[in-house]
């Protein structure tokens, strides 16, 4: 299996800050709209807004149309994977390193061919 | 096996991980200094890395470009060469650089690789991993204590796994 880079970037610059972690925390299982998410913060509506757009791209949050309501909710899947990433960092430098242990015994039987530096 | 060990440190924001190999300590390092070596484990078989450039001294720069399946990836990826003592330790500050607007992409993360010699003439490479984002990295360790977070997402799973929809990704 293999995740894009790209979206891991994605999901750690969206979640590299206070606020954007508290409104993914208020979305799971949450039931607001923007306008009652940024009566939690001190900051205005549009940096509220803007939050939540990049939360949105990362893929971590959906806003939900709920009769005439709009209601920002986390996404499950996006959320997952985020929980996954460090065990996927540790696989992946675990599968590296398997890699190189093999290339090395490539080189072992002639071993010390002494590359200089 | 040849990872001996795996720290993932909370206060840190590190991943670090210990590996030794039947190999001296140059030719672990030369994994790291070698292009046509290092391309042969950077990226996984499916899909493998690119160098295209590979300047591997103080200040040098590298960049290269990963083939998934469906040809090249659209992100380069790059390597600044921060500090190098051979055949002992790598400071590397690694990277995307990206073609779309990267407003809201974290800064790049850093690998700090020591390179030591060990019992029966055998190496240890330790492995630092600072990452890309810290305060991501924190949260995603912290996701795992904070029981409001965890319960919540525990709920969710159970809900999902109840009406799950056949998991037509990839």
Same mark, same amino acid.
């Given at each position: &299996?293999?995740?894009?880079?790209?979206?891991?970037?994605? &999901?750690?610059?969206?979640?590299?800050?206070?606020?954007?972690?508290?409104?993914?925390?208020?979305?799971?299982?949450?039931?607001?709209?923007?306008?009652?998410?940024?009566?939690?913060? +001190?900051?205005?509506?549009?940096?509220?807004?803007?939050?939540? *757009?990049?939360?949105?791209?990362?893929?971590?949050?959906?806003? !939900?149309?709920?009769?005439?309501?709009?209601?920002?909710?986390?996404?499950?899947?996006?959320?997952?994977?985020?929980?996954?990433?460090? @065990?996927?960092?540790?696989?992946?430098?675990?599968?590296?390193?398997?890699?190189?242990?093999?290339?090395?015994?490539?080189?072992?039987?002639?071993?010390?061919?002494?590359? #200089?530096? | 096996? /040849?990872? /001996?060990?795996?720290?993932? @440190?909370?206060?840190?924001? /590190?991943?670090?991980?210990?590996?030794?190999?039947?190999?001296? +300590?140059? $030719?672990?390092?030369?994994?790291?200094?070698?292009?046509?070596?290092? #391309?042969?484990?950077?990226? +996984?078989?499916?899909?493998?890395?690119?160098?295209?450039?590979?300047?591997?001294?103080?200040?040098?720069?590298?960049?290269?470009?990963?083939?998934?399946?469906?040809?090249?990836?659209?992100?380069?990826?790059?390597?600044?060469?921060? !500090?190098?003592?051979?055949?002992?330790?790598?400071?590397? #500050? @690694?990277?995307?650089?990206?073609? =779309?607007?990267?407003?809201?992409?974290?800064?790049?993360?850093? &690998?700090?690789?020591?390179?030591?010699?060990?019992?029966? =003439?055998?190496?240890?490479?330790?492995?630092?991993?600072?990452?890309?984002? $810290? *305060?991501?990295?924190? $949260?995603?360790?912290?996701?795992?204590?904070?029981? =409001?977070?965890? $319960?919540?997402?525990?709920?969710?799973?159970?809900?999902?796994?109840?009406?799950?929809? +056949?998991?037509?990704?990839?």
């Amino acid at each position: &299996m293999q995740i894009v880079p790209a979206d891991f970037d994605r &999901m750690f610059g969206a979640l590299a800050d206070p606020t954007r972690r508290d409104i993914v925390r208020r979305a799971i299982g949450g039931d607001e709209g923007i306008l009652e998410l940024a009566g939690h913060y +001190p900051m205005s509506f549009a940096a509220v807004q803007k939050h939540v *757009a990049i939360l949105e791209r990362a893929g971590l949050i959906t806003k !939900d149309r709920i009769g005439r309501r709009k209601v920002v909710r986390a996404n499950v899947e996006g959320l997952r994977i985020v929980r996954r990433l460090l @065990d996927q960092y540790e696989e992946l430098w675990r599968s590296r390193i398997g890699r190189m242990a093999e290339l090395l015994a490539e080189e072992a039987p002639g071993a010390q061919k002494g590359i #200089e530096r | 096996m /040849t990872v /001996t060990a795996v720290h993932k @440190d909370s206060e840190k924001l /590190t991943l670090t991980l210990d590996a030794e190999f039947d190999a001296s +300590p140059e $030719q672990v390092w030369n994994l790291w200094a070698d292009p046509r070596k290092l #391309e042969r484990w950077w990226g +996984p078989p499916s899909y493998p890395a690119t160098f295209t450039a590979h300047d591997f001294r103080v200040g040098g720069r590298s960049e290269y470009y990963m083939t998934g399946p469906e040809g090249p990836t659209p992100f380069l990826g790059y390597w600044q060469i921060l !500090d190098l003592d051979p055949p002992r330790s790598i400071r590397i #500050e @690694d990277g995307f650089v990206t073609d =779309g607007s990267p407003n809201d992409l974290p800064g790049p993360g850093g &690998m700090n690789v020591t390179i030591l010699p060990i019992d029966g =003439g055998r190496t240890r490479m330790t492995i630092e991993n600072v990452f890309p984002d $810290q *305060a991501a990295m924190e $949260q995603l360790l912290a996701m795992g204590q904070e029981e =409001g977070l965890t $319960q919540a997402i525990g709920q969710i799973d159970a809900i999902l796994a109840e009406d799950a929809t +056949p998991a037509g990704a990839r």
